[in-house]
């Protein structure tokens, strides 16, 4: 069983577009979260990490819920520059170990 | 600027012909980490190291090699690719004592193995 699992997508949407991804971790005992953006092959970039409280930036909301053991992600009000892939990723009780998903890839459509 | 940088950002090789891809980074970070990323299976963590002079496997460390000699510097050593390893490979860095952990990644390396 992966670590992180997520859904591939694409999900194809229309700009000011609401869209949510979600995701798995199988490490009840995993100590951060964070989802990254990463365009067209080039290298991941953070676009926030996921508290407990859950936590807000601008457009973009995400919830993390450690009782189901999934992770999510909300985009409001989708852009075009909002195309990507976005890859979840979980550091697991090992404090150096990162484990990513596979990815979920965004096309947001004018 | 902060940056991660790789060299060479593409290298196509052949099976057997020992190979280095150099990491690099100005931020003074005493993490740094390698990874593979391939269709389907995301990132997959290939070797980390912590501080200078000491590394660790990650989830597939096999036919790798790294060294961690100066805080700035984590080659990846390639002692005998074989096809298997044709990947793009990214590395990473983050200083140990941030609380979010952020990860600054270089460009990656497309490496292809024949």
């Known amino acids: 069983r992966k670590e992180v699992e997520q859904d591939p997508g694409p999900f194809n949407v229309p700009e000011g577009a609401t869209v949510a991804f979600n995701c798995t971790y199988s490490n009840s005992a995993s100590q951060s979260f964070f989802w990254y953006r990463q365009d067209c092959r080039k290298e991941p970039k953070l676009l926030m990490s996921?508290?407990?409280s859950g936590n807000e930036d601008g457009r973009f909301t995400a919830q993390l819920n450690r009782a189901s053991q999934y992770i999510s992600l909300l985009i409001r009000d989708s852009k075009l520059s909002d195309s990507a892939t976005y890859l979840c990723v979980v550091k697991g009780d090992n404090f150096n170990k990162f484990y990513f998903g596979s990815g979920t890839k965004l096309n947001v459509k004018p | 600027e902060a940056q991660v940088t790789q060299n060479p950002r593409y290298l196509i090789t052949v099976t057997g012909k020992k190979l280095t891809v150099t990491c690099s980074q100005n931020m003074n970070h005493e993490y740094m980490s390698w990874y593979r990323q391939d269709p389907g299976l995301g990132l997959r963590q290939i070797y980390y190291s912590m501080n200078v002079e000491v590394t660790d496997k990650g989830d597939v460390p096999e036919g790798y090699k790294v060294s961690r000699k100066e805080k700035r510097n984590f080659p990846l050593i390639l002692e005998s690719p074989s096809p298997n390893q044709t990947s793009l490979y990214f590395c990473?860095?983050?200083?140990?004592?941030?609380?979010?952990?952020?990860?600054?990644f270089g460009p990656g390396t497309r490496l292809t193995v024949l």
């Open positions: 990473a860095s983050r200083s140990s004592g941030a609380p979010t952990d952020t990860q600054y």
């Open positions: 996921v508290y407990s």
